[in-house]
């Protein structure tokens, strides 16, 4: 069974930083598109940022020139550095992980921005 486990979720203030990693347990880590989601207190589960097995990257218009989506192939591992953020940017934070019609999620973890 796939995990992924993430981690660097947190408390920072408004203008701050974090950067997330997601680990994968997949042997074929290179062949996945790597994402990630978010979903804030009483709505829908959006996309932040996705990184093709190419490296091409795909990003949310809200978080445009402030967070950075890359992965590690060697470390079976993708990152979300996240700079100059904001309250609206307070969410549960989800790894995504797909091939074609195979998905696999993270457990999430909690990104608060709050002074």
């Known amino acids: 069974q796939v995990q992924l486990v993430e981690s660097g979720g947190g408390l920072v203030q408004p203008g701050g930083s974090l950067r997330l990693s997601c680990a994968s347990s997949?042997?074929?880590?290179?062949?996945?598109?790597m994402g990630w989601y978010r979903q804030a207190p009483g709505k829908q589960r959006e996309l932040v940022a996705r990184?093709?097995?190419?490296?091409?990257?795909d990003y949310a218009d809200s978080v445009k020139g402030r967070f950075t989506i890359s992965r590690d192939n060697a470390k079976s591992t993708v990152y979300l550095q996240m700079n100059s953020l904001k309250p609206e940017d307070t969410a549960v934070y989800f790894c995504?992980?797909?091939?074609?019609?195979?998905?696999?999620w993270g457990q999430g973890t909690q990104v608060t921005v709050s002074s």
């Open positions: 990184i093709g097995s190419g490296g091409s990257t």
């Open positions: 995504r992980q797909s091939f074609g019609s195979v998905v696999y």
């Open positions: 997949v042997s074929s880590f290179t062949i996945y598109t």
